[in-house]
């Protein structure tokens, strides 16, 4: 049986995403909440635990994965600095890299089911060149446990031409010439998101490289870039998308509040892929 740790988890979308989880997994799953709100689960799916305030809801829920009580922790309504916070700290010794960062999984259903994982859109605001290879390094775990043997991972700049003046695509060429001999995958880049993603742009533009349409993970400059198309594929692409922290000792499912239930589901899943333990 897998436990997931909810912190602040006693809300009705939160309710209705185990509902979602219950009825596909069943008795595999179990799950704890803990929060500063009453305990609103109408089906007893869930072991609940009261805490005072969002600080003690965060501490105690990263304790309870910390213990081996739980195998993945998970952000409800709870602010994700407060709960960033409590998992980083040196008593509940849950860093796994050096470097926690953010990974989606995007599937859209305009492209045939598509999917493809983004990366960092939430946690690592301006990567330096240090910081983005930590952050390659994580998605290629991920990848790998996803069963992708060989990713092909695009670094998005705006255009795939290499422009001295233009810190994108600086940052993306340093952090391919590191990559360059990298055997359990491609990093390639600069190169730009349609030519990243889209094959019928690398045919309109003649295009020819490593990666031509195909990426299996596209790596964004900053945060900004990555939280607006995370964002962006949700709301008007009609994409699935779920996400979650790497770079712990467990999954760490971090979804934008305004998340769907099913995203939210489809987060869940991603996660269990991590574990060694298949769910």
Same mark, same amino acid.
């Given at each position: 049986?897998?436990?997931?740790? /909810? ?6 979308? *939160? ?62 309504? *709870? ?76 670094? /998005? ?37 349609? #030519? ?38 949700? #709301? ?44």
């Amino acid at each position: 049986m897998t436990v997931i740790v /909810i912190a602040g988890g006693s809300q009705p979308e *939160i309710v209705e995403f185990v509902n979602l989880a219950k009825n596909f997994y069943g008795e595999q799953l179990q799950f704890v909440v803990f929060d500063k709100a009453d305990n609103i689960d109408p089906n007893h799916f869930w072991t609940y635990y009261h805490c005072a305030n969002d600080q003690e809801v965060a501490q105690q829920a990263v304790n309870y994965v910390a213990t081996g009580s739980g195998q993945v922790l998970m952000k409800g309504l *709870i602010q994700s600095h407060i709960l960033l916070k409590a998992l980083v700290q040196d008593k509940f010794d849950l860093k796994k890299q050096t470097l926690l960062s953010h990974i989606a999984l995007i599937k859209l259903p305009q492209a045939a089911n598509r999917s493809f994982l983004l990366t960092d859109g939430a946690m690592n605001i301006a990567p330096t060149t240090t910081t983005m290879i930590e952050i390659v390094d994580n998605v290629l775990v991920v990848a790998h446990k996803l069963g992708i043997v060989q990713p092909k991972i695009a670094l /998005i700049s705006s255009a795939e031409n290499f422009n001295p003046k233009m810190p994108s695509s600086v940052l993306a060429k340093e952090v391919a010439k590191h990559f360059q001999d990298q055997t359990t995958g491609l990093v390639f880049g600069p190169l730009s998101l349609d #030519l990243a993603l889209s094959p019928q742009a690398v045919q309109r533009k003649h295009y020819h490289g490593p990666i031509m349409g195909d990426a299996d993970v596209i790596v964004v400059p900053n945060i900004d870039t990555g939280n607006v198309l995370y964002k962006a594929f949700a #709301l008007f692409a009609g994409a699935q998308v779920g996400g979650m922290i790497t770079g712990a000792k467990v999954p760490v499912i971090l979804t934008s509040r305004s998340d769907t239930a099913q995203s939210k589901f489809y987060s869940l899943q991603l996660a269990l892929r991590q574990l060694d333990t298949e769910v």
